[in-house]
């Protein structure tokens, strides 16, 4: 079954429009939640590390917390630049196996 | 600093040729990972070394598929035979030591290899 689920799996916003993005796990034992950006035609890019509930860490416009069930990303006043698919990663037994999810495509319009 | 580097970026070849994708990890990493990555199972794990040594490859979806890492500075992921339905994008990572010498948990992605087998 699924171990991680992002939603929405499309968000498209107009440019200054908060908003944010969930990712949920299904796995016991978690050792770590990882966010990641994804451009077209581009590689992964590592953007967050959570281990415990309750942590939050922030870079620039995006803020990512972390709860015993989800994480949210959250975007605040996004600008075009922030367009990209935005991946959610964890692991559990093993700290090097992420299991990813599908993945949110943000839009944001100017 | 050079992130990972991956070659060659794009490749298209016919069912049953041999295929070699290469990857060479940041400078001063230790673990080196080989992912695939779909539009049906989006981005899977097919190996991980860590010190050159395979550590793990059960994401590895047969024996059609191998990878080597010869120094700290080079991997290859080979098909052989390759078939339409290896056709995806695939990333190495690699990753810096972390506690008792296995690998830190950030791992930094490069390109990507598209593979297109007709």
């Known amino acids: 079954e699924d171990q991680v689920t992002q939603s929405p799996e499309a968000l498209r916003l107009q440019e200054g429009e908060s908003s944010s993005l969930n990712c949920s796990y299904t796995v016991s034992g978690l050792r770590g939640l990882f966010w990641y950006r994804q451009d077209p035609g581009k590689g992964p890019e590592f953007l967050f590390t959570?281990?415990?509930a309750g942590e939050e860490k922030e870079k620039e416009r995006l803020k990512a917390t972390l709860t015993k069930k989800e994480s949210f990303l959250h975007i605040t006043a996004p600008k075009p630049e922030d367009s990209a698919t935005y991946l959610c990663?964890?692991?559990?037994?093993?700290?090097?196996?992420?299991?990813f999810g599908a993945g949110t495509t943000v839009t944001v319009r100017a | 600093d050079a992130g990972v580097i991956q070659s060659p970026r794009h490749e298209v070849t016919e069912m049953g040729q041999e295929v070699t994708l290469r990857c060479k990890p940041i400078s001063g990493h230790n673990s080196l990972f080989w992912y695939r990555q779909t539009m049906m199972r989006g981005l899977e794990l097919l190996i991980y070394?860590?010190?050159?040594?395979?550590?793990?490859d059960s994401g590895m979806p047969e024996d059609r598929f191998s990878a080597k890492m010869p120094n700290a500075s080079f991997s290859t992921l080979k098909i052989q035979p390759s078939e339409p339905r290896d056709s995806a994008v695939y990333f190495c990572a690699s990753s810096l030591p972390g506690l008792a010498g296995g690998p830190r948990s950030e791992q930094y992605f490069g390109p990507g290899t598209r593979l297109t087998v007709t």
């Open positions: 959570l281990y415990s």
């Open positions: 990663a964890v692991s559990f037994e093993d700290d090097y196996k992420l299991s």
């Open positions: 070394f860590n010190n050159n040594v395979p550590i793990d």
